[in-house]
């Protein structure tokens, strides 16, 4: 059994997996992590709360995994967590300041309540470390970009990894087909698969560029930092706008999907602004991420946006009739679990895919475990 510690920028998700079966056991999540009134002042005494909540169901416990976003350029798969990897790990911390002290916290706090157990780190960006240069390098002077290790990295390997398998398997072709994975949750990202490897992604050296998210802004013209900067901003300033006061909750003040769909159906302008440029941006990313791949078997929806909203999905995919996208309304809007929503007669199939970022990093954490033990 594998206990899956998700530990992020404002709360702790924990779970119990067996892999054989899979079987799912003690699930549990710690939100408002530091802030007023909550009675977690920090990560390490939310993860305490934790270990102490799934330990009367951790008999058989054989591993702990942790999402760690950052993995650097020294991570292309998971690992055995050393002190060397953790050092490296924190190396990484300046390319997500707002995630990786976090996973570090929780490697932290498991490896000594946990000293006897293998620990191992599962990377957001891994996944993404099959990208051709072509699409991982941004076209700056090299040597600064290699000495700063300014490159495209990705984020949401692991939800990207499942899902795209899924859906994979979901049209016949668990081997080769050509998938662009839409991951809409708070953050959100794009990503172009092709037989298993991914060879495109909208996330960048940071998980700030590409899609419109819940706060944060995705692409902006470089340009616009250095205009507000110039106008009195802080660096400091600007980062915490593009990446807190961004995206939906900038354009309309509320980051929540539903909220901005409920304001629309009211015939609130600012929010079908936000809804517009949101759907739009999305919309730029599945053409283009045809021409990279050419040809698409399935476009694959997952996410708390993705999975919940047929809206969402009916909007990005209209008009797209040309391309071979034809959704079916019913299925769209009546979806439930990993099911395909696109019309008989459409040439690119089009799936809902719950992720499962927890089952992913079980598996993968137990095949190190079995790895490690076999060598
Ligand atoms: N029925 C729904 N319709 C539209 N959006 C939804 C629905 N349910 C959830 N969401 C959106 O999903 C977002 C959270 O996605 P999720 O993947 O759970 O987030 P996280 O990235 O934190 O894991 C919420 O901000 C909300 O906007
Ligand atoms: C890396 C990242 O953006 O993660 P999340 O969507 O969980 O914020
Ligand atoms: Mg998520």
Do not use: W
């Amino acid at each position: 059994m594998i206990l899956v510690i998700n530990s992020g920028s404002s709360s702790v998700k924990y779970e119990l997996i067996d892999v054989e079966g899979p079987t799912r056991h003690q699930a549990g999540k710690i939100e408002r992590i530091g802030e007023p009134g909550s009675p977690f002042p920090d990560h390490a005494a939310a993860l305490e709360k934790a270990a102490e909540e799934v330990a009367p169901h951790a008999d058989g416990l054989t591993a702990v995994g942790h999402r760690v976003v950052h993995g650097g350029a020294a991570f292309t798969g998971p690992v055995l967590i050393d002190d060397d990897v953790v050092k490296q790990i924190e190396e990484a911390v300046p390319l997500a300041p707002l995630h990786n002290p976090s996973n570090l916290a929780g490697i932290e706090v498991m490896r000594r309540l946990h000293p006897g157990l293998p620990q191992v780190a599962v990377f957001d960006t891994a996944f993404h470390s099959t990208l051709p240069p072509a699409a991982r390098t941004y076209a700056i002077d090299r040597e600064v970009a290699e000495r700063a290790g300014v490159r495209r990295y990705g984020f949401h390997g692991t939800s990207t990894a499942y899902v795209s398998r899924v859906a994979a398997e979901m049209v016949g072709k668990p081997d080769m087909a050509n998938v662009i994975v839409l991951h809409l949750g708070n953050g959100a990202s794009a990503s172009a698969v092709s037989a298993g490897r991914c060879v495109d992604t909208s996330m960048g050296m940071t998980p700030l560029e590409g899609l419109v998210m819940g706060t944060r802004s995705g692409d902006v013209d470089p340009g616009v930092i250095f205009h507000l900067i110039r106008g009195g901003m802080t660096p400091d300033e600007v980062e915490e706008m593009l990446v807190h006061r961004s995206g939906l909750y900038g354009l309309c003040g509320d980051n929540d999907m539903r909220t901005v769909l409920d304001r629309v159906a009211a015939g609130d302008d600012e929010a079908a602004l936000a809804y517009n440029v949101y759907c739009h941006r999305l919309r730029k990313y599945i053409g283009a991420y045809t021409a990279v791949l050419g040809r698409v078997d399935v476009i694959a929806f997952t996410g708390g946006v993705g999975e919940n909203s047929a809206p969402v999905r009916r909007k990005v995919l209209s008009g797209l009739a040309p391309m071979g996208i034809r959704l079916d309304p019913t299925r769209n809007s009546s979806v439930r679990g990993a099911r395909l929503v696109s019309a008989d007669d459409s040439a690119v199939a089009v799936a809902v895919v719950p992720t499962d970022e927890e089952l992913e990093i079980a598996i993968e954490t137990a095949a190190v475990v079995a790895r490690t033990n076999s060598e």
